[in-house]
């Protein structure tokens, strides 16, 4: 049995036809641009999201970029970021000129560790940057306590944790600007490029469609040096299809882990995901660990079952940020994780029966040894 590691086909396959009447909406309506569609998703959208404002934005590099600029983190700042993040919560914080300062996340979790940042906040530093990986809400109520406290910004990268919640409150609501992607593999993903920013701040919202849309409030008045960062129109139409059937796509990912979990328990030196009290996980990515990561990850292969590794290299050793000067062994857990992950195929609709053909193709490789 071939399993690739993602495919759309349980979620598509469903809306098919209402993805192509709002094509056609887009289409017969002619305005392609900032029009109807993408301020109807960014309302539903912020309503999802419980925020005031929505943003449209052309990708989630983009709106993690646009949240730091609209909050002016700038050169001279420092940003306090997850060492074990993808690299575009990195990218945005040398976009705006700031400083990049690494924080070694939880081992179990796998988010910041709010224990840990305190000890890395200095007179220079003008953000956090929270990043809910792999679908699991950060601590966010300690975290916003420490921001609080030292008057800090907070921007939630949010790409990967559409719905999850802490104590009960959504992740893109918590900090100043949060910046989410809607990459088609994303829990809620567009047909392409798609972002968006959430905001309860008016002034912060009117900042950001400015500086997404060439600086210009007015047509061809421009009162900043601005962007061309907009949520397309046709993205925004095929989002609306989708956002009412997240809830449900979200619980068939969640019992997708829970087979996993079940299966997979005192299997080898298997280390399972684990969810902080208080946290949910919405499973973008159901995230294994093992010492035996390459072996599993071939003999899965060899046996038709698609796996990606998420991340292979953490940013402080990306070729891209040599620069910095960091060097092996600076961030041990990040480092940590990057060799022993190993996530397994989850998407809405994946069966039972194949769930548990990966889960005896990996029992089977530990009764092998
Ligand atoms: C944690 C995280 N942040 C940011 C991004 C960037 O989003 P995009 O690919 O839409 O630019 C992604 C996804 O690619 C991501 O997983």
């Not at 919405?282 to 698609?306: K, P, Q």
């Amino acid at each position: 049995m071939k399993i690739p590691y993602v495919s759309f086909s349980g979620m598509h396959d469903d809306i098919r036809e209402d993805m192509n009447r709002a094509f056609l909406e887009v289409y017969d309506n002619a305005w392609y641009v900032l029009g109807k569609q993408v301020d109807e998703f960014e309302q539903l959208y912020a309503g999802f999201s419980s925020t005031s404002y929505c943003k449209g934005i052309s990708n989630g590099l983009d709106a993690l970029f646009l949240s730091l600029k609209a909050l002016d983190v700038g050169p001279g700042d420092e940003v306090i970021v997850p060492s074990n993040t993808y690299i575009a919560t990195v990218l945005a914080i040398s976009y705006v000129g700031a400083q990049p300062i690494f924080v070694e996340p939880d081992k179990r979790t796998y988010n910041l560790d709010p224990s840990k940042i305190a000890a890395a906040i200095t007179p220079k530093t003008k953000a956090i940057m929270p990043v809910h990986l792999y679908g699991q809400s950060c601590e966010m109520g300690p975290i916003m306590d420490l921001a609080n406290q030292h008057g800090l910004f907070v921007v939630e990268d949010n790409a990967q944790a559409h719905g999850a919640t802490y104590q009960g409150k959504i992740t893109g609501a918590w900090g100043h600007a949060n910046a989410t992607s809607f990459y088609p593999a994303k829990n809620l993903g567009a047909l392409g490029d798609a972002g968006a920013i959430t905001t309860n701040d008016a002034a912060l919202a009117d900042k950001i469609s400015m500086l997404r849309n060439y600086g210009s409030k007015k047509k061809y008045y421009n009162e900043a040096i601005g962007h061309n960062m907009r949520l397309d129109e046709l993205q925004a139409a095929f989002l609306k299809v989708k956002l009412p059937r997240l809830n449900q796509w979200t619980q068939s990912r969640c019992q997708i882990a829970e087979s996993y979990q079940r299966g997979l328990q005192h299997t080898g030196d298997l280390v399972l995901p684990y969810t902080a009290p208080g946290a949910t996980h919405v499973y973008h990515a159901y995230v294994i660990r093992t010492n035996r990561r390459d072996e599993l990850m071939a003999y899965l292969t060899a046996n038709g079952i698609g796996t990606i590794i998420h991340y292979p290299v953490p940013p402080h050793l990306q070729q891209a940020y040599q620069d910095l000067g960091y060097q092996k062994g600076d961030f041990p857990i990040a480092e940590e994780l990057a060799a022993t992950s190993l996530s397994l195929p989850l998407w809405p609709g994946l069966s039972e029966e194949k769930v548990n053909e990966v889960v005896s193709l990996v029992q089977q490789f530990y009764s092998n040894p």
